[in-house]
């Protein structure tokens, strides 16, 4: 069966990137988030980056015209169970992702695959959890979506060759790269960066330096295009602390305990752009170290 309609979960950053992926390739989307009112801002969203696209010529006005007739607002998680494909990017919470699957399961057609954006959590767990674990596999999009080229694939212990290998043929037809990766915490990307940032993190926690000086050095002392704490409020720090205990419940070794400064911020509410403080305070015209 192919692939033509694909119901995408979660209206956030991420989701709306993932949504405006495949519809710029031609797939249907169904766009679905458990907050209805976030659908239209996420339109719009959407919208807006196309017609940036076509200003800096780089779609013409009639891709633009086209890619937004694939895309569909659904306020009703179950009218998804008829999509060929489900793309999952809910919060990175395992007890809501959880829910999400439960839900839909029974409305589901026979040969619906499904995959969640996680970043970090066990795809073997979540997709024992579902009906179909032979076509449940990770697909994790890299932030932003649109602009990042890489797709890590990841199966599941019970991920069969079909589901797997038409995955890599959606990810082909999305032009992006795909990078296989073990059901391991936080697979390749995230098992390298975010431990990086936890130690950015303890640097500025140990006052080895500022906001300021740590991601210059990063910047300039290793060509970063970002340094560690400005990315990781580009991220979220509810994230980076999300995936840091799953590293730590998962690996059970000390080196990916999170810092207790990261923790302060989320217990905080200071989650980076998203709230407009994080380690810098994006609230005034140009960004300001918090520390």
């Given at each position: 069966m192919d692939i033509q309609k694909v119901g995408v979960i979660g209206?956030?950053?991420?989701?709306?990137?993932?949504?405006?992926?495949?519809?710029?390739?031609?797939?249907?989307?169904?766009?679905?988030?458990i907050d209805p009112s976030l659908l239209e801002p996420a339109r719009t969203t959407i919208v807006e980056?196309?017609?940036?696209?076509?200003?800096?010529?780089?779609?013409?006005?009639?891709?633009?015209?086209?890619?937004?007739?694939?895309?569909?607002?659904e306020p009703d998680l179950t009218k998804l169970g008829a999509s060929?494909?489900?793309?999952?990017?809910?919060?990175e919470d395992e007890a809501v992702k959880v829910d999400i699957f439960k839900t839909l399961g029974p409305h589901l057609g026979p040969d619906t695959i499904l995959t969640t954006n996680t970043s970090s959590i066990s795809i073997t767990r979540l997709a024992s959890t579902t009906d179909r674990p032979e076509r449940f596999m990770g697909l994790h999009f890299m932030n932003p979506a649109?602009?990042?080229?890489?797709?890590?694939?990841?199966?599941?212990?019970?991920?069969?060759?079909?589901t797997f290998n038409?995955?890599?043929?959606?990810?082909?037809?999305?032009?992006k790269t795909p990078a296989v990766a073990e059901?391991?915490?936080?697979?390749?990307?995230?098992?390298?960066?975010?431990?990086?940032?936890?130690?950015?993190?303890?640097?500025?926690?140990?006052?080895v330096g500022t906001v300021e000086s740590i991601d210059t050095a990063m910047r300039l002392g290793t060509r970063h295009p970002m340094g560690p704490l400005e990315l990781a409020d580009f991220i979220g720090l509810d994230t980076c602390l999300a995936i840091m205990n799953v590293l730590h419940d998962g690996l059970a070794d000390t080196k990916y305990r999170p810092c207790p400064l990261l923790?302060?911020?989320?217990?905080?509410?200071?989650?980076?752009?998203?709230?407009?403080?994080?380690?810098?305070?994006?609230?005034?015209?140009v960004p300001v170290p918090t520390r």
């Open positions: 209206a956030g950053q991420m989701g709306i990137g993932i949504a405006q992926v495949f519809v710029q390739a031609g797939y249907d989307v169904l766009l679905n988030d980056t196309l017609d940036h696209l076509v200003e800096r010529e780089r779609i013409s006005a009639s891709e633009r015209d086209e890619a937004l007739r694939h895309l569909h607002l060929e494909l489900i793309v999952e990017s809910a919060v649109p602009v990042m080229n890489l797709i890590e694939l990841i199966r599941g212990i019970a991920t069969d060759d079909e038409r995955m890599r043929d959606v990810v082909a037809r999305l032009g059901d391991f915490p936080a697979f390749i990307v995230n098992r390298i960066l975010l431990p990086m940032i936890n130690e950015a993190v303890y640097t500025l926690y140990e006052g923790v302060k911020y989320v217990e905080a509410g200071w989650l980076g752009r998203k709230t407009g403080r994080g380690f810098y305070d994006y609230r005034g015209e």
